[in-house]
């Protein structure tokens, strides 16, 4: 397989990390109930493309099974509490360092609830992922170019609360989606179209929960969800390949 250029992952990263500069920046300037609309707006377009996602789905016990497993799996091993901490303990020095506080507006729990939000929809997204699979792949870097765009934007207003804390979700985004791009060889022969649209469904499902979080609806566990995506490609291929042909 040719060796291809991670331009794709390059330019995805860096919106993330300007947006949320420039969010940072400009943020403390905007009216606190137009902050507030943002943040419902696009809550809402996490919900829509979630949903978007989830229809994609092939088996759905499947999904459920990896949802259900994923989460207890996260929960057991503390994976949001582990997020919490890593970014409790980075606030301080990179509010020191930038001179700024994070909104007022937001008690500490809601802060870190919006954070870890942000965190999952950046690195976790199913588009981020199959984008970093086709970079490494076939050289297309044609859906994470697409998918910059609109990050761009996430990331300005998740800053705009979030302040200067928010580029920094660029580091993990990178580093995952760099070890997919190096992978790709590996495991997209692996796949089919069955699975891909069990991987693109859970993925929906995460972002959907993501949006009732950013709402304020429900505070859905969404960081000790995310083995959920390591998990449902292989329960995919179990239920569709062993154990549908059997009950069939």
């Known amino acids: 397989m040719p060796a291809y250029f991670p331009s794709g992952i390059i330019i995805n990263v860096s919106a993330v990390i300007l947006g949320g500069i420039a969010g940072a920046l400009l943020g403390p300037k905007l009216p606190k109930d137009l902050r507030t609309t943002l943040n419902l707006i696009f809550g809402a377009c996490s919900m829509t493309m979630g949903i978007s996602y989830i229809v994609k789905l092939q088996t759905l016990p499947a999904l459920m099974l990896a949802i259900i497993v994923g989460t207890a799996v996260g929960h057991l091993v503390h994976l949001e509490s582990g997020i919490s901490g890593v970014a409790a303990k980075l606030q301080g020095p990179v509010s020191a360092l930038v001179r700024s506080e994070p909104s007022g507006d937001m008690s500490e729990d809601e802060w870190m609830s919006r954070y870890i939000a942000a965190v999952v929809l950046f690195c976790a997204s199913g588009t981020g992922i199959f984008g970093a699979l086709q970079s490494g792949l076939n050289g297309d870097q044609s859906i994470l170019i697409s998918k910059?765009?609109?990050?761009?934007?996430?990331?300005?207003?998740?800053?705009?609360?979030?302040?200067?804390?928010?580029?920094?979700?660029?580091?993990?985004?990178?580093?995952?989606?760099?070890?997919?791009?190096?992978?790709?060889?590996?495991?997209?022969?692996?796949?089919?179209?069955?699975?891909?649209?069990?991987?693109?469904?859970?993925?929906g499902v995460l972002m959907l929960c993501t949006g009732f979080r950013i709402c304020g609806i429900k505070c859905f566990p969404i960081a000790n969800m995310l083995p959920a995506m390591v998990l449902i490609m292989p329960f995919s291929w179990m239920f569709a390949d062993l154990i549908l042909p059997l009950i069939g």
């Open 148 to 203: 910059a765009i609109l990050d761009f934007f996430t990331a300005a207003i998740f800053a705009a609360d979030l302040g200067f804390m928010t580029p920094l979700v660029g580091i993990p985004q990178a580093v995952i989606m760099a070890v997919l791009f190096v992978l790709a060889g590996v495991i997209m022969p692996l796949t089919n179209e069955v699975m891909m649209g069990d991987f693109r469904a859970c993925g």
